[in-house]
């Protein structure tokens, strides 16, 4: 492990959390599709860069900021975006309050400003589902000023040190809009993949460890063919989530694989062609 994370792992915990938290990884935690994404991620973290995760649904987005979370054992707060997203939904709105037999005006903290004084992560969740208008409130925030003046109040707001910031967005997906330059330029960005091979059998022995050898090789094969439809252009991106894939497993051990796919993975696809394509691949496989 880079020495850079390492450093700043034992800055953000306390020292003997550190072995806890590097099992708690193994176990169920993010899987890294190679050697070096986690680990950059991490560097880009420990750099204090917005993180910005660009990936399909059910590619371990999410998964990949708890587990960041729980890696330098940092609390997470969580921002979904949606065109209904304002400003006090992120920096949080103004009520009265009664203290003491006296009415007054109190400012209820939102997420933003929470992470933001409390050295904490924000994780902001399809980012691009936000209006585009919303947004640029957290450009200060997001470059090398790190603060932000609170509209509603005046206060100015310096970040602790270990604030963090991680996004993640489905591209081009409905209802999504392309991310504004000047936001996207603030973020590195990494691409997360579906994973397969290897990686893929430790995700599935780790979330079903009492899941037998043939069940497992059996999504093992469908999922890689899956994946190898999609690249061929046959099957949408969805067909090789890994969270469907992981949902069919879970079925598989109490129904029978056919029926497993066929609610966990063909169902949740528009396209008639493509259901019947997956359920004409999971014959070769299932017998
Ligand atoms: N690389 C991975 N390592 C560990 N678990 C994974 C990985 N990829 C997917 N999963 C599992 O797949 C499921 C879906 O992952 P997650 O919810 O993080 O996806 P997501 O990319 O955030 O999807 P969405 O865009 O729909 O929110 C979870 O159960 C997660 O544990
Ligand atoms: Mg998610």
């Known amino acids: 492990m880079r020495s ?20 708690l990884i193994q176990e169920g935690g993010y899987i890294s599709p190679d050697e070096y994404l986690w680990e950059d991620i991490l560097v880009g973290v420990a750099l204090k860069k917005p993180i910005l995760l660009k990936g399909p649904s059910g590619a371990g987005k999410t998964k990949l900021a708890q587990s960041i979370s729980h890696f330098f054992n940092q609390p997470m ?28 005006i109190e400012f ?26 919303t947004l640029p409130i957290l450009h ?32 081009g997906y409905v209802g999504t809009s392309p991310m504004n330059e000047a936001l996207k330029n603030r973020f590195i960005s990494f691409s997360i993949p579906y994973l397969s091979g290897e ?14 050898k043939q069940l497992i090789d059996t999504m093992m094969n469908i999922g890689n063919e899956l994946k190898k439809q999609v690249m061929n252009g046959l099957l949408s991106d969805e067909a090789a989530s890994i969270r ?8 598989a051990e109490h129904i029978s694989v056919k029926r497993a796919i066929r609610y966990a993975i063909a169902e949740k696809l528009e396209d008639q062609i493509e259901r019947n394509l997956i359920m004409e691949l999971v014959d070769t496989w299932v017998k």
């Not at 306390?14 to 938290?21: D, G, S």
């Not at 059998?201 to 460890?209: I, L, N, Q, T």
């Not at 894939?245 to 879970?250: E, K, P, R, V």
């Open 108 to 133: 209820v903290e939102g997420p933003v400003v929470k992470a933001m004084k409390e050295g904490h992560i924000l994780y902001i969740d399809e980012i691009n589902m936000a209006k585009p208008e």
């Open 4 to 23: 850079i994370i390492e450093k700043e792992q034992q800055k953000r915990q306390q020292k003997e959390h550190t072995i806890h938290m590097q099992r």
């Open 140 to 171: 200060s925030v997001l470059d090398h000023r790190r603060m932000l003046t609170n509209p509603f109040t005046g206060e100015v707001i310096y970040a602790h040190e270990d604030f963090t910031v991680i996004s993640a967005i489905n591209e």
């Open 244 to 251: 469907s894939l992981l949902d069919a497993i879970s079925l």
């Open 199 to 212: 990686e893929l059998r430790k995700v599935m022995e780790s979330d079903f460890p009492d899941a037998s």
């Open 77 to 104: 707060h969580s921002v979904n975006c949606s065109v209904d997203l304002d400003a006090e939904s992120l920096l949080g709105f103004k009520t009265i309050v009664q203290k003491d037999g006296e009415t007054m």
